[in-house]
């Protein structure tokens, strides 16, 4: 009871935020509005009773992925310019798609007869022997495409740095402006 | 609705005790300090300065709050109570003794490693929000930091989880109290994954020698910077419960928690939390800060190698 009324007011909370993720101006605050989404998914996560999946998503997407994002926010712009106007003229257009993407899916879901297991949902353990057992192969080639994704994210970053050292420098430090200049 | 009662009942004890115990660790410090440099700390408020912690409390209260003007005022204020709030929650799960711990849940070390990664995002907001560059540079090194030492963190908390076959910190503690202590069980895997786990603790609650945050002498005090009074308690008082919490996780892990050589109980893991929490205040006056890009170094060139290294051994153990 109690739980069902959680679940309704993370579920809002994820929509309500995922709403000022595109409509704050500011870009740190729509980074840390996509955190706190990420951060109610998991509540969510953990009402569906899947707690590993709620800590992993918690780990992962808030503490690793929104915190790269503010990173990258932070060493590329100046204060003031994080400030940004968050429509452009494709405004009409963006609703329309998503509006029509938003149609699809709920008519998907609604007409699809979901299966309503009661099995008991499996513990960790039994995960983790899932998927380094049955689902070796698929794990290692994982694991493989990200490591290729990362040599290439260095490889790139690399070239740039070189090519453009002293420019690099200077917006590493956005509001480090002085006097001087 | 007993279980409702007995959980608020053991959750707001918990929360006290720690917050009153989180009060006089810093008149610890204080004197600790104090006599390592041939001083005598704070004697005036009471017998040796017992009661400094209070007037410090009235003190704060009493301070003007200071907002500046170019501020993000709402980000400026959220942040501080974020801070204390990630601080305090990471104390749900550590278990004091087999039936006093805030939340018994089966993936106690995940959730503690969560929490830790999220409390990153409040100091970042800290120092964005305050519009000073000072802050700015010291949330940006906070940010850096937090990323890097995540990963030995994580690595090395998962050796433990893997000689005690569960996540769950209480049962990792009775696996211990069957075995041995997995500090010592085996010494060459317990070890250094302990000194590995304290050391990530260490840079994540950015104390010394990790404190590149809020180095004084070139950041004024990082992203505390701008605040005053209240404010800057509740960041104070959120990096303090950070180091305790992460010491009681540390004996609760590698030091057998509430096990002792006789009358195993709560007093044990007060003890070895304390002695952590001691420990961790002797290195911050004994050393000098590492610089920044040291920092990285040791981190992505050292811990990790290494931590992965215990990772596979702790698995290789298990198996063979």
Partial sequence: ?181 | MSVVVTALVTSLSILTAILTVTAWAIWFERKFVARMQSRLGPTMVGPSGLLQPLADLVKLLQKEDIVPEAADRRLFDLAPKLAALCALGAAAVVPFSASIVGAKIDLGVLYLLAIGAVTVLPVFMAGWASNNKFALLGGMRALAQSLSYEVPLVLSAMVPVILGGSMDVSKIVESQIATQWFIIGPVWLGLPAFCLFMLAMLAESNRIPFDIPEAESELVSGVTTEYTGMKFALFYLGEYVHTFVASAAASALFLGGWDGPFAPGMHWMVLKTFALFGFVYWVRWSLLRFRSDQLMRICWYWLVPVSVALLLGAGAWVVL
């Avoid at chain 1, 192969?137 to 090519?163: K, M, N, P, T």
Wanted: glycine share 8%.
């Fill in chain 1, 1 to 181: 009871m109690i739980g069902d009324a959680l679940a309704w007011i993370l579920g809002a909370a994820v929509v309500i935020s995922g709403v000022f993720v595109v409509a704050s101006r500011d870009l740190v605050h729509a980074v840390l509005w996509l955190a706190l989404a990420l951060l109610c998914t998991a509540g969510l996560y953990a009402y569906l009773d899947a707690p590993f999946l709620a800590g992993v998503q918690v780990l992962t997407y808030v503490g690793g992925v929104a915190t790269l994002m503010v990173f990258g926010v932070m060493v590329t712009r100046r204060h003031a310019a994080a400030a940004a106007e968050a429509g452009n003229d494709s405004n009409v257009v963006g609703a329309v798609v998503a509006l029509g993407v938003f149609a699809v899916l709920a008519i998907a879901i609604l007409k699809t007869d979901l299966p309503t297991s009661t099995a008991p949902t499996p513990d960790t353990a039994e995960l983790g022997r899932t998927l380094l057992d049955d689902y070796l192969l698929a794990f290692e080639a994982v694991s493989l495409l990200l490591l290729a994704a990362v040599v290439g994210a260095v490889v790139i970053a690399r070239r740039r740095d070189v090519e453009a050292r002293t420019q690099d420098d200077a917006t590493l430090l956005p509001t480090m402006r002085t006097g001087a200049d």
